[in-house]
């Protein structure tokens, strides 16, 4: 157990829809990433916050934001969605400093239909 | 762009033997590198870093070899348990940047045979 928690586990959904996936990180990690993982590709990263504002940005579409709230959990936001969003949606956390692990939740697996 | 290739996507070894796992990159800014496994419906757990200062490091059955010159990394794992199936990760991080965003590669599925 990484000490993430990623809710929900499953999803399953329709095309246009949004949907809010949720993560809360290990206790005192700072740091928050996304991570998406399609079919047969690698963990591609998509932003990440450290307390509280957006650090970096990776692969992420237009459509899809997230924020870190004040107790440091973290929603990402898929808007308008597309067969092709379906995916492995993770989250990881650390202290945010240099050489840090990230470590990583259980996942929410999406599926739109 | 892949910057971090893993060419095999499987890898199958009798229990008790060696498994050694690829990974290449191509951004010379890359100077740490991590291997994390992933069993089914789990999240990736880190198993192993090593420093682009370093070529070597270990840590019981796992070590991690790093050739800067050949931009490659390889994980090495003896002996090898069944328990080690998993799909394996390789991820780099660019230091330069102010953001300590890992990029992976798209992994191994490794299965140790009985």
């Known amino acids: 157990d990484s000490g993430v928690t990623q809710t929900p586990k499953h999803l399953i959904t329709a095309t246009g829809q949004r949907v809010t996936l949720r993560c809360s990180p290990r206790?005192?990690?700072?740091?928050v990433y996304w991570y998406q993982q399609s079919l047969d590709q690698g963990l591609q990263f998509l932003i990440q916050?450290?307390?509280?504002?957006?650090?970096a940005k990776g692969n992420i579409l237009e459509r899809f934001s997230a924020q870190q709230f004040p107790d440091l959990h973290s929603e990402l936001n898929l808007s308008s969605l597309e067969l092709g969003d379906s995916a492995l949606y993770f989250c990881?956390?650390?202290?945010?400093?240099?050489?840090?692990?990230?470590?990583f939740g259980p996942g929410t697996r999406l599926l739109v239909l | 762009d892949q910057q971090v290739k893993q060419n095999s996507p499987s890898l199958s070894v009798q229990e008790g033997r060696i498994s050694i796992l690829n990974c290449d990159y191509t951004n010379s800014m890359f100077d740490y590198f991590l291997w994390y496994k992933k069993y089914p419906a789990e999240g990736p757990t880190f198993l192993i870093s090593i420093s682009s200062i370093k070529d070597k490091n270990e840590d019981g059955r796992f070590t991690v070899f790093l050739n800067k010159s050949a931009k490659h990394l390889s994980l090495h794992i003896v002996p090898s348990q069944p328990g080690d199936s998993a799909v394996y990760f390789c991820a780099a991080r660019d230091f330069s940047g102010s953001a300590r965003q890992l990029t992976f590669g798209s992994g191994t599925q490794l299965t140790v045979l009985p």
């Open positions: 916050y450290y307390n509280g504002e957006e650090r």
């Open positions: 990881a956390s650390n202290l945010g400093g240099p050489g840090e692990t990230q470590y």
């Open positions: 206790s005192g990690d700072l740091s």
